[in-house]
């Protein structure tokens, strides 16, 4: 089944992990491909070209932007100040909380999440209320905030090596998922841990 967020809903908090080449982008564009109305944050300018029309977070201060039964964007930001350009997109998903939900994909969140821990995990902890689903895609596990791990609704990864980052995805998800991440290889199916009480046909 799908929606205007495709096979997310608006609780659903999402991570996508995977050491580099391992196929989160890929991934993600595949999950998202139908959600009528979503945004991508895309630090690369270039990953996400396909998927919509290419905007800046300074467009979106516009947020006539963000309305329709289709609304697909990517966000692109410029070199400078991607944790500020992060926070406004951010923003601005959620001041169009009235125009129906949003899913917010942002890739290569290691690259800000330093700087915007609080924007990344008011997202999980509002979210829901703000209209705002999302997806968070990173190279590690614990370059995603703590809180963000603890409530996530599903996690999806691709092969994780080092020991720090199967050690915090043991410590929220269990020892089976840690192992099949450590086992993970090319041409496998990604590992999948969803929140025991959420929707596990999605
Ligand atoms: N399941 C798949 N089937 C076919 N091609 C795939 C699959 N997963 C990844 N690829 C291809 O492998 C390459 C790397 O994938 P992708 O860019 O998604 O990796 P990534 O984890 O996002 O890497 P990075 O950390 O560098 O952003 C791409 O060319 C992608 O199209
Ligand atoms: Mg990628």
Redesign the pocket.
């Known amino acids: 089944m799908t929606g205007n967020l495709g096979p997310l809903d608006q609780r659903s908090h999402e991570l996508v992990l995977?050491?580099?080449?391992?196929?989160?982008?890929?991934?993600v564009k595949a999950r998202l491909a139908r959600a009528r109305r979503v945004v991508f944050f895309d630090p690369?300018g270039h990953?996400y070209s396909a998927e919509g029309e290419q905007v800046t977070a300074g467009d979106l201060l516009d947020l006539e932007l963000l309305r329709g039964a289709v609304c697909r964007l990517v966000v692109v930001p410029e070199a400078d100040d991607v944790a500020e350009e992060f926070q406004a997109t951010v923003a601005a998903c959620r001041a169009a909380a009235d125009f129906g939900g949003l899913v917010l994909a942002a890739?290569?969140v290691g690259d800000y999440a330093p700087r915007c821990g609080e924007a990344l995990t008011r997202l999980h902890r509002n979210g829901h209320h703000d209209g705002v689903a999302s997806v968070l895609?990173s190279?590690c596990a614990v370059d995603i905030p703590k809180t963000c791990r603890r409530t996530a609704t599903r996690v999806t990864s691709?092969l994780q090596t080092a020991s720090a980052d199967l050690d915090a995805l043991e410590t929220e998800y269990g020892p089976e998922f840690r192992e099949r991440v450590a086992r993970w290889r090319p041409g496998d199916p990604p590992a999948v841990w969803t929140l025991p009480t959420f929707n596990h046909s999605r």
């Not at 995977?18 to 991934?27: M, Q, R």
């Open positions: 995977g050491v580099p080449g391992s196929g989160k982008t890929h991934h690369t990953d890739d290569e895609i190279q691709l």
